[in-house]
């Protein structure tokens, strides 16, 4: 036993170890906070992943559709090309007509450049791992498809407007040549008879002749 006086520590606690068991318990719900932490934040990090992912699927889903507008566009400026060189080179208003469908035709090599760069685009911004750079790049992208398209319409529109007016214009009247003057018929001119003083004076030439040899 004890000595008198003394407090002694229960051996039911002492043996069981529970009164100093008590101070690592203490820290436990520190240590559960701080893994339920890391959880979230790793949680926040896959659903930000997932949302920068779907950000980029997206777009180029919009990307995608745009390409078949571009190829839509394309057979139109081919078909508005024949149609121009039908009618030849000089109809009216031919030169500026020509100049919009060249500047459509530079625009939609403009778009198809575009249009294969943007997985590359959007895979760098998804890599910076940062929305706001992919939201922008998404943005960025898409606003210079859809302006690219409306100029290149515009052009074509202009095109399609010249070409109705020249081909639905009124030929002009088809003049008919003149015919030819009628050939006037020549007179077969008559042989020319000799001159009867001209014979007489001829064939006595010679008999003056002989009369004046047989005098000398």
Do not use: Y
Not at 37 to 44: R, T
Not at 159 to 183: C, S, Y
């Amino acid at each position: 036993m004890g000595a008198p006086g003394a407090t002694t520590r229960p051996r039911c606690l002492e043996s069981a170890r529970i009164f100093w068991d008590n101070q690592p318990a203490v820290n436990k719900p520190k240590l559960l906070l701080s893994s339920l932490l890391v959880l979230a934040l790793s949680g926040a990090g896959c659903e930000k992943s997932a949302d920068l992912g779907r950000m980029q699927e997206e777009t180029l889903s919009l990307v995608k559709m745009h390409a078949k507008d571009v190829e839509v566009l394309q057979r139109r400026a081919d078909a508005l090309m024949v149609r121009g060189r039908n009618l030849g080179g000089d109809a009216p208003g031919i030169a500026d007509a020509g100049r919009l469908l060249s500047e459509a035709r530079a625009g939609l090599d403009q778009l198809r450049a575009l249009l294969g760069q943007a997985p590359t685009t959007m895979d760098t911004a998804v890599k910076s791992n940062e929305g706001d750079q992919v939201s922008r790049a998404s943005d960025e992208l898409l606003e210079k498809l859809e302006a690219g398209q409306v100029s290149v319409r515009a052009n074509l529109a202009a095109v399609d407007n010249w070409l109705m007016n020249v081909e639905n214009r009124p030929a002009a009247p088809v003049v008919p040549p003149a015919p030819p003057a009628p050939e006037v018929p020549v007179a077969p001119v008559a042989p020319v008879a000799p001159d009867a003083g001209s014979a007489a004076g001829s064939a006595a030439t010679p008999a003056a002749a002989g009369s004046a040899a047989a005098h000398q």
